[in-house]
């Protein structure tokens, strides 16, 4: 497939991936497919008349609504926190049988596929529930994405709980299928200050079995817990790319790739735009303060490991496009473009439009590098 504009040009003679879509669990996806020992206490789905259809989850204080989850292509004076059920939502968000006709609806050949809920289980503080919920799910998306895997490329989820279970998550998504991992924001009981971070060399074998094993690790957003922001709640949403600003400052700066020097990694759904000023930023901590602040011992500058090991994903971001126009910077080594579908913040169904007037500024090999190449290249797609 060769995506084309309205006009019937081609945006790129290269098939379009999307590297950050989701799924919608369905209300069997836990309570099916987890441990017995952990079936009673399951996340599940519960009715309500006015909220619509919610996933409660034991130990979270509030449950997670249905409805921004899968609103894609909702105009924006119809996006409501609550109130929608799994009858009102895209089907292709659970059913795979008919997620190839909203890929072509929306000029997209493949996708990287994200969980939905299992970015809010991310957060629970019980790392043992956690873990159980997370292999339930690669059961689940395994199962989903064997559908088609010409075109559904799922990502499975760890806890992270220690160095040798992570790696055996690792293997057990590859026998599954899977393409990667979405990590949690912080590493098992790392919340306690009872897990070292992930810029601790207690993780390099991990991060070998990650390449090893071609898995790659995706960072996504709102698993990293709450950011703090002021003013109104529409604040908030300024406050979201900060967890991934500080996983790549912790992993560059902590040396992860000064010491595994094969590594990439995927941050994702926190926009591109922003990270010029911030790998200069890097560097000017490094040259001026490293001294007095401290940092792992570097031969290179941040903005190098950037631009070597650090994947971003963005969806309607113009300023991203206009950053690769930095003609001493290869920005457009960095980006991978995604549709987010079906969540509230897609492009899906207008992405061609949009991609056809966002990319006029970029060359032909600039466009196959967002639009296909570097995410191919990371997944080891055909």
């Avoid at 997670?64 to 909702?74: E, N, Q, R």
């Avoid at 292709?92 to 969980?115: H, L, M, N, W």
């Avoid at 920005?331 to 969540?343: E, G």
């Amino acid at each position: 497939m060769t995506a084309t504009d309205t006009t019937g040009t081609a945006i790129v003679d290269r098939p379009i991936i999307s590297a950050d879509s989701h799924i919608t669990e369905p209300p069997n996806c836990y309570i099916d497919y987890i441990d017995p020992k952990y079936r009673d206490e399951a996340p599940h789905v519960i009715r309500d008349e006015v909220k619509g259809d919610l996933f409660v989850v034991p130990g979270m204080r509030s449950p997670i609504a249905l409805s921004l989850s899968s609103a894609a292509g909702i105009p924006p004076e119809q996006l409501q926190e609550m109130g929608r059920t799994f009858d009102e939502v895209h089907q292709s968000g659970f059913k795979p049988e008919t997620r190839a006709a909203d890929q072509d609806r929306d000029g997209v050949a493949g996708e990287i596929i994200y969980p939905t809920v299992g970015m809010m289980l991310c957060n629970h503080k019980d790392v043992d529930y956690k873990d159980a919920c997370f292999k339930a799910y690669n059961r689940w998306i395994s199962e989903y994405c064997a559908y088609d895997h010409s075109r559904l490329y799922g990502l499975g989820q760890t806890a992270a709980a220690t160095v040798e279970t992570a790696i055996f998550d690792l293997e057990q998504m590859k026998a599954q299928g899977l393409r990667g991992v979405m990590m949690p924001g912080y590493p098992g009981d790392a919340y306690r200050g009872n897990t070292p971070d992930y810029d601790d060399p207690y993780w390099d074998p991990f991060y070998q079995a990650s390449v090893d094993l071609g898995m790659p690790l995706g960072f996504h957003i709102l698993t990293m817990g709450a950011q703090r922001h002021r003013g109104p709640k529409s604040a908030s949403f300024m406050s979201i790319v900060r967890g991934n600003q500080d996983v790549i400052a912790m992993m560059v700066m902590g040396g992860v790739f000064e010491r595994n020097p094969q590594l990439v990694i995927a941050c994702t759904e926190a926009d591109a735009g922003w990270v010029p000023h911030f790998m200069y930023r890097m560097d000017h901590a490094i040259k001026r303060h490293s001294n007095w602040m401290g940092a792992a011992a570097l031969s290179r500058l941040p903005s190098e490991y950037c631009l070597d090991h650090v994947r971003l994903t963005f969806q309607d971001d113009w300023v991203a496009f206009k950053m690769c126009r930095l003609d001493d910077t290869p920005i457009h080594k960095m980006l991978m473009w995604a549709n987010d579908f079906p969540h509230s913040d897609s492009t899906w169904p207008w992405s061609q439009e949009m991609l056809a007037e966002q990319t006029t500024m970029l060359t032909e090999d600039e466009k196959r590098a967002i639009l296909h190449d570097n995410v191919a290249e990371l997944y080891g797609l055909d």
